[in-house]
């Protein structure tokens, strides 16, 4: 019972298959996304004028790859929330009918901190992506979304860019094949005890350095956990290691891709794994230089090849 447990929670993979080459992604650039995002853009605080500003950066380099659109959607004002205006970004690939694979990534940062990985990282992946995909060809749709208002104050409230995207899909009755949600995918420690986990004997199945990439699912997306860490390990060159399990495990469910759960929609969380590694999270300290540009674009070239197999297999 106890190696069942284990294999559910783990989803291991053996394949012997050499690697397989994916499209290169640029480190430079996800620096200079990062970096633009995190230090050189007004804050991106849940401020309607000051997270516009992001808004425009992004829908402006996707339009470079892409025709791109803005989601809009009203928040009302009070003194719990900033009201006003925001906005989702989407650029889409590929043919113009079908479940599309949707990648996403919140734009805003904690109380205007830089959120360099928290997500900065993220939101730079789905810039490089956009790259990648323009002009590859695709059997499915992939839609690229960069998500206003993950944050507090709007954290677990409809007013999350995601929760807006993903009502506006079961509003009109188009369910995606699945969702993949970039939550801070730049931090990366070889450190022995980097790593630390919600439950103790965690760290005796999983490694306790901080060098992987992890693929977080609830026990509904156990084969698309599965399926989607195979599809990475085809392309990466770095530890890909997953894990399913129920909300009540603290971080399980603490990003975009919970949105889409409560509407029944499939969806996994590609991560660094947050706080359970980079102690910079929702600091000040969460900076551009601390970041590795050379495991992000790993990360962002495995995402691109897992996406792309995916899509062209019919999902």
């Not at 989803?11 to 640029?26: L, M, N, T, Y």
């Not at 789905?126 to 954290?155: D, I, K």
């Not at 609830?218 to 599809?231: E, P, Q, V």
Request: with cysteine; proline share 6%; glycine share 8%.
């Amino acid at each position: 019972m106890t190696a069942l447990l284990v294999v559910m929670v783990m989803q291991p993979v053996w394949s012997s298959a050499k690697r397989q080459q994916s499209q290169s992604s640029r480190i430079d650039q996800l620096r200079e996304y990062v970096e633009f995002l995190a230090a050189k853009l007004p804050a991106r605080s849940p401020q309607s004028d000051a997270l516009k500003a992001s808004a425009d950066y992004i829908h402006g380099i996707f339009n470079r790859y892409g025709s791109s659109r803005l989601q809009g959607y009203d928040v009302p004002g009070d003194q719990q929330h900033c009201g006003g205006r925001f906005y989702n970004v989407v650029v889409e690939f590929g043919p113009g009918t079908g479940q599309p694979i949707i990648i996403g990534a919140h734009y805003d940062s904690f109380d205007g901190l830089p959120g360099a990985d928290d997500n900065a990282s993220g939101v730079a992946g789905l810039l490089e992506l956009a790259r990648m995909l323009a002009g590859t060809p695709l059997q499915s749709p992939v839609h690229l979304v960069a998500y206003a208002l993950e944050e507090p104050p709007h954290y677990r409230t409809p007013y999350m860019g995601s929760m807006q995207h993903a009502a506006n899909l079961h509003g009109k009755k188009q369910a995606p094949a699945f969702m993949i949600s970039l939550e801070m995918i730049g931090y990366f420690d070889t450190k022995p005890g980097s790593q630390t986990y919600p439950l103790a004997l965690m760290d005796a199945i999983y490694p306790k350095h901080g060098d992987f990439i992890a693929v977080v699912g609830n026990m509904k997306s156990l084969l698309l956990t599965r399926r989607f860490k195979k599809a990475m390990l085809a392309y990466a060159r770095l530890p890909v290691y997953s894990i399913n399990a129920p909300s009540s495990l603290v971080g399980v469910d603490f990003s975009d891709h919970a949105s889409y759960w409560a509407y029944g929609f499939p969806a996994i969380m590609i991560t660094d794994t947050a706080f359970y590694r980079n102690q910079a999270y929702h600091t000040s300290q969460d900076t551009p230089d601390r970041l590795n540009y050379t495991r992000m674009a790993q990360v962002v070239e495995a995402v691109f090849g897992a996406v792309v197999g995916m899509a062209n297999a019919g999902h």
